[in-house]
């Protein structure tokens, strides 16, 4: 059973099933119950009928009378019978409604006692009593009254008949209810699934429409997905021609070194295009091993790698004595993955630690209102002209020509900011020197 409405189905079904099947027990018990009682009373009624016509003979012994008032007791298997005995068995009377019948009712019971049963196809109903005659002499007498249950069977039965229409209607109606509120309810999710159909047929490029709030998570996060895939793609795609047409312009210049025979020329040429060679692999590679946001994947904590990265910086940058201060949220993420974040920071604070002079400082802050993180690096160092600003976000282009370097940690740092949604800012630092902003935002999901 693969539906998820099938499944809810089926256990509301059983679910409402046992319900009414347990409440129609439990009616159909207290009827019974009810009617045996109102039985009961109207047998002990037919007791007190006897004992208000019963007599006396000239001894002062109870004799009961042949002529009831209930025509029941004097018509032959009427369903309604009487009898009674007495002074140790000298004494047995029964209705005429006992004619012909083999009915066993007297049970010995005590005098003031009254005994109720079924039995076989009757109710029975013994009540025992004393009986003072003329002399003084308590005498024991016994009262059997009987009624057929036939009655009563066909008041169960249509009883029954009754609660089985009437439960039976009630759970159909609710069956259906419950069939057209789950439907409506599981709408959303058929939705959703109908139109990643369409996004894989290549129809639509990501999930579209309005969901409950349960799902807006979840469809936040295929979209991401289903983005981060699409980018992963064209970036890869990108990459490769990127590096196959960078590589033309030095492979064309070693052809020519070869052709022209030149051996020194040749030489000069290796030296000056095998190191460009290797920064275009290396950019790209870099480049195309950012992995962007990935939705569902979990985040990353962004201060232990802050502080992990500056510890591992003081020490390759002991010599120029660098100081470094942090003000981090412990509870600020990077919604991604932690390879691209080290990426980030790697190049940003290397950057801080080769151009500071002696101070670095590093601020992280998670903003839950405007859902962004933020990561400002400060150095004291010469900084970066405005108008070179954003030639520096480009490949291969340095501010400052004095040191080694070949120009790709704020191109790839400012790729990978971008793969995010977010957005890399050069300013002038409050130490004086570059400062970098960070901006990256966060799904409503996270």
């Known amino acids: 059973m693969r539906s998820i409405h099938s499944r809810l189905l089926w256990a509301a079904t059983l679910v409402l099933v046992a319900f009414l099947g347990l409440g129609g027990l439990a009616l159909d018990r207290a009827y019974r119950d009810s009617l045996e009682q109102a039985v009961?009373?109207?047998?002990?009624?037919?007791?007190?009928?006897?004992?208000?016509?019963?007599?006396?003979?000239?001894?002062?012994?109870?004799?009961?009378?042949?002529?009831?008032?209930?025509?029941?007791?004097s018509n032959p298997d009427s369903g309604l019978y009487a009898q009674a005995k007495g002074e140790g068995g000298d004494y047995l009377w029964q209705s005429h409604s006992m004619i012909g019948s083999r009915l066993a009712l007297l049970q010995q019971v005590k005098p003031g006692q009254q005994r109720f049963q079924h039995q076989h196809t009757y109710y029975l109903l013994n009540f025992g009593l004393l009986w003072e005659d003329d002399n003084g002499r308590e005498l024991d007498?016994?009262?059997?009254?009987?009624?057929?249950?036939?009655?009563?069977?066909?008041?169960?039965?249509?009883?029954?008949?009754?609660?089985?229409?009437?439960?039976?209607?009630?759970?159909?109606?609710?069956?259906?209810?419950?069939?057209?509120?789950?439907?409506?309810?599981?709408?959303?999710?058929?939705?959703?699934?109908?139109?990643?159909?369409?996004?894989?047929?290549?129809?639509?490029?990501?999930?579209?429409?309005?969901?409950?709030?349960?799902?807006?998570?979840?469809?936040?996060?295929?979209?991401?997905?289903?983005?981060?895939?699409?980018?992963?793609?064209?970036?890869?795609?990108?990459?490769?021609?990127?590096?196959?047409?960078s590589l033309k312009t030095p492979l064309a210049v070693l052809r020519g070194a070869e052709e022209g025979g030149d051996a020194e020329e040749l030489s000069t040429a290796v030296k000056e295009q095998v190191p460009r060679m290797d920064q275009i692999v290396n950019y790209q590679l870099k480049r195309a091993s950012a992995m962007g946001r990935q939705g569902l994947i979990c985040t990353t904590a962004v201060a232990p790698v802050v502080v992990r990265l500056i510890n591992t910086l003081e020490k390759v940058y002991r010599e120029k004595g660098i100081r470094s201060t942090t003000r981090l949220d412990e509870a600020a993420f990077f919604p991604g993955d932690e390879g691209d974040l080290m990426e980030l920071l790697g190049n940003l604070l290397e950057n801080a630690f080769k151009y500071g002079r002696s101070w670095v400082a590093v601020t992280v802050a998670l903003s839950e209102s405007e859902r962004r993180l933020e990561i400002d690096i400060w150095d004291d160092g010469a900084g970066i002209p405005p108008d070179q600003r954003q030639q520096v976000l480009h490949r291969g282009k340095r501010a400052d020509q004095r040191l080694p370097g070949q120009g790709i940690g704020l191109s790839v740092a400012d790729e990978i900011v971008r793969l995010y949604g977010g957005e890399l800012r050069i300013e002038e630092s409050v130490l004086g020197g570059a400062g970098i902003v960070v901006v990256i935002p966060l799904a409503a999901s996270q």
């Open 40 to 73: 009961e009373a109207r047998l002990m009624g037919h007791i007190y009928q006897l004992l208000g016509a019963a007599e006396t003979d000239e001894k002062g012994r109870m004799r009961l009378s042949k002529n009831l008032s209930d025509p029941r007791f």
């Open 141 to 245: 007498y016994t009262f059997a009254v009987a009624e057929s249950d036939q009655g009563i069977k066909a008041q169960i039965s249509a009883f029954r008949e009754s609660i089985l229409f009437w439960f039976g209607g009630a759970a159909l109606v609710l069956l259906l209810a419950q069939w057209a509120a789950l439907r409506w309810g599981l709408g959303p999710l058929r939705q959703a699934a109908q139109r990643l159909k369409l996004i894989e047929n290549g129809e639509e490029e990501h999930l579209e429409g309005e969901y409950p709030k349960e799902l807006v998570g979840l469809v936040d996060n295929i979209n991401s997905l289903i983005r981060t895939g699409r980018a992963i793609q064209k970036r890869h795609r990108n990459s490769l021609g990127d590096l196959a047409h």
